[in-house]
């Protein structure tokens, strides 16, 4: 079992004030708070280990040059990836963005089906439709249902055509926290079309569930850093090389060529091919060292301790007169985003007064606003829990939540 008082001391963040009240942090699906050593790592690196990555010869160049490569191997056997698979991005908003440019735009035409869902982050809608005009594939979408989950009469209807080219769909909801059954979906996918490609939107599942990427069945990985103790800056694309190798690169710059003339460009192995210009060197080494320290926690104890507090705070929630849950309220079948509904109450309002209250949640779309009309509504207000949230928190929630309501007089 998880310590919370222990892992709190290691996230200095925490013991902020906010007007004048303890912080009570409920945005991690945002953004997570950072440990220590995630910062130790790259102070470290800064004042001992810095500069530019690749052909330097000489000795810091070289260990950082080590530095980045050992991040990429400790990330690749978080998700079980293979680390020449596993390319560093932006953002996780970035690795969809080289799926799209690279392999939509230039692997799908008139015909094939590009399959995505009503329940995706932008990050997982937008590339798509920016490549797809130029490239005439049908963009079709799983609809969810009232209780937040996928329909699959819609989605067993779409691949029964076999035309499903690329499947692609979120583990983890943002929004209604829904997590989906990726493998089972990947499986009838390819079921019905054996050449088709599955990705999958890691940003929220890989922080709070243990990943395999193999397990999961994902011929392609997407998630941020950010979201998961690790800096900003840094993404993940992780995925078969055998794919990799064999699209066209997405950026073109330094560190991605082989070899380059005036009249035309070679392109590097992978990963380095989908790594144009200087990475981000001491992004990664956070990165890693926030995956070294999930994986010391030890990740079933991390969504053990998310299930604990989902137990406690959905009946919490729902017992609060004028509050709607969205989303499915059994914890097995969710993680910790938890979207809900007061009565009454617009979401900007209920996130400003809890505020006040030193409470941080979030209120509006979440990037996803075809997944937040399906709830009848422009915004939702979330509160979005991780390792190091207390059930004492949840009580704060309740609290700030009834305030708002007094508050507002509703
Ligand atoms: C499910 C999901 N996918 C993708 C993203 C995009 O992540 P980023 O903004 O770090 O690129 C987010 C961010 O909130 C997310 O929640």
């Known amino acids: 079992m998880l310590d919370v008082e222990r892992v709190r001391k290691d996230f200095p963040l925490l013991e902020r004030q906010v007007h004048g009240r303890r912080l009570v942090y409920l945005d991690s699906a945002a953004t997570s708070q950072k440990p220590q050593s995630v910062l130790d790592a790259m102070t470290r690196y800064y004042e001992t280990t810095n500069a530019n990555v690749h052909r330097g010869v000489h000795a810091l160049a070289e260990e950082a040059t080590e530095a980045y490569e050992s991040a990429r191997n400790t990330v690749a056997r978080f998700v079980c990836a293979d680390p020449r698979g596993v390319v560093f991005t932006k953002n996780a908003t970035e690795a969809f963005n080289l799926l799209a440019y690279s392999w939509a735009r230039t692997r799908l035409g008139e015909g094939d089906i590009l399959l995505s869902t009503q329940m995706e982050h932008h990050a997982n809608l937008v590339p798509w439709q920016l490549v797809q005009p130029e490239t005439g594939f049908d963009l ?7 209780g937040g989950l996928l329909d699959l009469d819609e989605f067993d209807a779409v691949v029964a055509t076999g035309r499903v080219k690329l499947f692609t769909v979120t583990a983890m909801s943002n929004v209604v926290g829904t997590i989906n059954p990726v493998r089972e979906l990947a499986a009838k996918v390819r079921a019905a079309n054996r050449d088709a490609v599955v990705v999958v939107d890691g940003a929220q599942s890989v922080p709070h569930l243990g ?6 069945d994902a011929d392609f990985l997407c998630f941020s850093g950010h979201k998961m103790l690790g800096p900003t800056g840094i993404g993940v694309l992780a995925g078969r ?7 066209p690169p997405f950026l073109g710059g330094g560190e991605m060529i082989s070899n380059v003339t005036l009249e035309g460009t070679t392109y590097n192995e992978i ?13 990664a080494v956070g990165l890693a060292a926030a995956v070294d320290y999930l994986s010391g926690l030890g990740m079933d104890a991390v969504r053990a301790h998310e299930v604990e507090l989902l137990q406690t705070c959905i009946p919490a929630l729902e017992a609060v ?3 709607t849950v969205h989303g499915p309220t059994d914890p097995a079948r969710r993680g910790a985003a938890v979207s809900f509904a007061i009565e009454g109450l617009h979401p900007h309002d209920i996130g400003t007064i809890m505020d006040r209250e030193g409470v941080a949640v979030r209120a509006g779309h979440h990037c996803a606003k075809p997944l937040v009309r399906t709830l009848g509504s422009a915004a ?6 991780y390792l190091y949230n207390t059930t004492d928190e949840i009580q704060a929630l309740v609290d700030a939540i009834e305030a708002t309501k007094n508050f507002f007089k509703v």
């Open 140 to 146: 079709r979408y799983v609809p969810m249902t009232a």
């Open 211 to 216: 990943t395999d990427m193999v397990d999961l």
């Open 380 to 385: 939702t207000t979330r509160a979005s829990f």
């Open 241 to 247: 090389p055998d794919l990799l190798e064999a699209m």
């Open 321 to 323: 007169e004028g509050v």
């Open 271 to 283: 990963p380095y091919k989908f790594e144009a210009g200087t990475p981000p060197i001491a992004e």
